[in-house]
Structure formats: structure tokens, C-alpha cells
């Protein structure tokens, strides 16, 4: 898909060494490819001042190293840069991550209230679930917790009414118009509908974080046997979760 020129982000200056690049309030699938190949327009830039580059779904925030003497100056050149970029010099390698899923009856406490809701059966429910592949608009929450788009239409279910105080790590839900995983035990309101073995964050890898933004990410249902072993096989060998890393 070919970035929109016509989107121009806003510029604010957020401390001495962090500039923020606004988007606007727009969240489309568009607005995530011209994020995305902003980002690759700043990591091409790429100076020894330049710390980190994080997306959102509406901004990019950019940081520095040490303070920044004209942040205007960056400024004016980024967007100068921007303004005259091609297509073909910001080629976005994207990633796909499959996620397997258990959605056990042990793990989808709250399948039979999404059928209620829905009119679905749970074998659907599944299948429209992991029959959708995810864009990661961005992590944020926890560490290493995704925000998913698009969830389809016919999923979107209320949060809790009243949220759960414990959710466990790898917990797989729904929420409004948004589906996503619990990297951590966390308190939650979204729908339990399964479970995965894979720890989007661990301090034994080499990468801590699994997924990152501008991923996609595809979930593939298991069953309990499979979950267990490979839950068993993951801690042995925390590296072992690249398998599922597809560049």
C-alpha cells in the first residue's frame, strides 16, 4: 500500500532530548502503513544521537540519546525528508508472528458469553478468532502487551462489568472492538477465550520482547496436549520461540 503524502504529522517537542510526531485522530489501516514507514524514514536517518523510535497507533515518538541543542532543526529536516520520500526507499520489512492458542474450555471461561452475546457458536467464535491475521498498532499497558487490529465486527463484545483483580500471564482476550494477549498476570476486564504458551516477555532471551509494532500476528488454535508441551519446551530453551518469528 502506498503511504499517503497528504499526511503531514504535527511536531511537538516533548523534553530535551524526545520529539513526538502526531498523526492525527485517525486509526485506519492507512494511518498504521504511513506510521510505519515513518519509522523507517527515522531509522534511515539514523545519527548517533538517536536512542529509540516508538510508534503508536496515532504518533511516533522519537528519542535521543542527550539533550538536544535544536530540536527544531531535526525537526525541519525529518519532515523535509518526508515530504520528498518515495515509496521505494521506504520498503517496510514486516514480520509475522504465529501465536499458538488453547481455547480449552480450562482457558475460554467466557466463550459461552460471547456466544450468548453473538449468537455464535464456540467452534466459530475459534475459527473467525484465528482466521484473522493482526496488525500490532502498537505495545504499550504492560511490557510486551499488543494492541491488535482489526478484530472482526462479529466478535466485538463488552468488557467486564466488573474486571477481574488476577488474569495470567498468556491469557488470550476480547475487549470492545480489540482482542490481545496478557504478557504478565495482570488485573483485566477483556473475555477470556484462551491461552497461549509463548511469553511475549522474558528476560532469558536474547530479545525480551517477542512482538513488536508494526508486526503481524496470527493466532493458530492447539490443544491442551500440544500446550503443554510446548510450555514444558519453552523452558527449557526460551530461544526455541523464534520458531514462530517468520521475517
Not at 514507514?37 to 523510535?53: A, G, P, T
Not at 504492560?142 to 466485538?156: D, K, M, S
Request: proline share 6%.
Amino acid at each position: 500500500m502506498n503511504c499517503n503524502k497528504q499526511i503531514i504529522p504535527h511536531a511537538m517537542v516533548m523534553n530535551e532530548q524526545t520529539i513526538r510526531f502526531d498523526f492525527g485522530p485517525d486509526t485506519s489501516q492507512e494511518t498504521f502503513h504511513t506510521i510505519q514507514q515513518f519509522c523507517q524514514l527515522v531509522e534511515n536517518d539514523r545519527n548517533h544521537l538517536l536512542e529509540e523510535v516508538v510508534p503508536s497507533n496515532k504518533t511516533v515518538t522519537v528519542f535521543y540519546r542527550k539533550e538536544l541543542l535544536n530540536p527544531r532543526v531535526i525537526i525541519e529536516e525529518l519532515l523535509t525528508k518526508w515530504a520528498h520520500r518515495t515509496d521505494s526507499a521506504l520498503v517496510v520489512n514486516r514480520r509475522t508472528i504465529e501465536i499458538p492458542v488453547c481455547y480449552d474450555a480450562k482457558f475460554s471461561e467466557d466463550i459461552p458469553r460471547i456466544c450468548d452475546h453473538t449468537g455464535l457458536t464456540r467452534d466459530e467464535v475459534i475459527a473467525i478468532h484465528t482466521g484473522t491475521s493482526y496488525k500490532v498498532y502498537m505495545i504499550g499497558f504492560l511490557p510486551g502487551f499488543p494492541y491488535l487490529g482489526e478484530l472482526p465486527e462479529v466478535l466485538h463484545v463488552p468488557r467486564l462489568e466488573k474486571p477481574r483483580l488476577s488474569v495470567l500471564k498468556g491469557t488470550v482476550g476480547i475487549g470492545g472492538t480489540q482482542t490481545g494477549i496478557y504478557p504478565l498476570e495482570s488485573p483485566g476486564g477483556w473475555n477470556i477465550i484462551g491461552r497461549t504458551p509463548l511469553d511475549l516477555y522474558c528476560l532469558k532471551r536474547v530479545e525480551p520482547f517477542l512482538i513488536r509494532a508494526g508486526d503481524q500476528l496470527q493466532f493458530r488454535s492447539i490443544c491442551l496436549k500440544v500446550f503443554n508441551e510446548l510450555k514444558e519446551e519453552l523452558a527449557r530453551e526460551p530461544e526455541m520461540i523464534m520458531q514462530f518469528v517468520k521475517e
